[in-house]
């Protein structure tokens, strides 16, 4: 304990060394079969669980079940894993190689009115060539007319689309 409270990080240590092996009892068949995917995860673990573990007693240390819906997220976690394509894997890893990644000049984001832009979520999808195919001219935002405004309605009003049935259900965003 420090000062009364939890030390997290020996917490996480030994909630992990816990969990890895009903992890790996569980995952038998699936670590045999792909050896890397589970030491990828397992390094993964090693480096981020302590954080992840933070910030899950922040949210749920008061619940009873604390432990189990913590087991149940490194259930989920090893699923995805053993079941990433090969590609996606691959990606992964030049990521972890260059974790500021999506800091370049090469990566565009946007931000999107569904329902004005393409009508629904099918919308959106059609439009997805045109939205590859740019090119894309940078727009400041403070020279937008009334962009205060604007950006304020967008955070207060921001819904997901199963809150809208117009615009699409949850599952055809995938």
């Not at 240590?13 to 995917?37: M, Y």
């Not at 922040?58 to 913590?70: K, P, Q, V, W």
């Not at 832009?117 to 999808?125: E, K, P, T, V, Y």
């Not at 009334?146 to 055809?172: D, E, N, T, W």
């Amino acid at each position: 304990m420090i000062h009364g409270e939890l030390d997290l990080n020996a917490e996480a240590s030994s909630s992990l060394e816990k969990l890895l092996p009903r992890l790996r009892t569980a995952f038998s068949e699936q670590i045999a079969a792909d050896a890397q995917a589970w030491k990828v995860l397992t390094e993964r673990l090693d480096a981020h669980f302590p954080a992840l573990f933070r910030l899950y007693h922040h949210l749920y240390a008061e619940r009873y079940d604390f432990f189990y819906h913590l087991e149940a997220l490194l259930v989920e976690l090893a699923k995805a894993a053993f079941s990433r394509p090969a590609d996606l894997r691959a990606l992964d890893l030049e990521r972890e190689a260059n974790p500021l990644w999506f800091q370049s000049n090469t990566m565009v984001g946007g931000v999107c009115y569904v329902d004005l832009f393409a009508g629904d979520l099918d919308g959106i999808r059609a439009k997805i060539p045109y939205l590859r195919a740019g090119p894309y001219l940078p727009a400041p935002y403070a020279a937008l007319p009334h962009a205060r405004r604007r950006k304020r309605r967008r955070v207060c009003s921001q819904q997901l689309p199963g809150s809208a049935p117009s615009l699409g259900q949850h599952g055809q965003i995938g």
